[in-house]
């Protein structure tokens, strides 16, 4: 069965960085679009960042672009979300998501926190 497991949040302070992971098996992998979604208290899912299958497009919500890069490696099934000049509201539950025939696939996400 298709499985994503997220890690790497934690809690940083205002301008720090973190690297979130996602493990991606039950699929092929390098076939799909891939994406990060980020889920704040009291807030609806927000997209954040997708890749394409090959990894040679990239996507992101303008209130992170230049600050976070997504990459993703078809060899190790992983996709990454690269997080620098982290904002206090950068804080939320980051989700790793795939698509597949119309369904939405998520992880248990992982927490971020951002301190001021």
């Known amino acids: 069965q298709v499985q994503l497991v997220e890690s790497g949040g934690g809690l940083v302070q205002a301008g720090g960085a973190l690297r979130l992971s996602c493990a991606a098996s039950?699929?092929?992998?390098?076939?799909?679009?891939m994406s990060w979604y980020r889920q704040a208290p009291g807030k609806e899912r927000e997209l954040v960042a997708t890749?394409?299958?090959?990894?040679?497009?990239?996507n992101y919500a303008d209130s992170v672009k230049g600050r976070f890069t997504i990459s993703r490696d078809n060899a190790k099934n992983t996709v990454y979300l690269q997080m620098n000049s982290l904002k206090p509201e950068d804080t939320a539950v980051y989700y790793c998501n795939v698509r597949i025939r119309l369904i939405m696939r998520w992880g248990q996400g992982t927490q971020v926190t951002v301190s001021s």
């Open positions: 890749i394409t299958s090959g990894g040679d497009s990239t």
């Open positions: 039950g699929f092929t992998f390098s076939s799909y679009i």
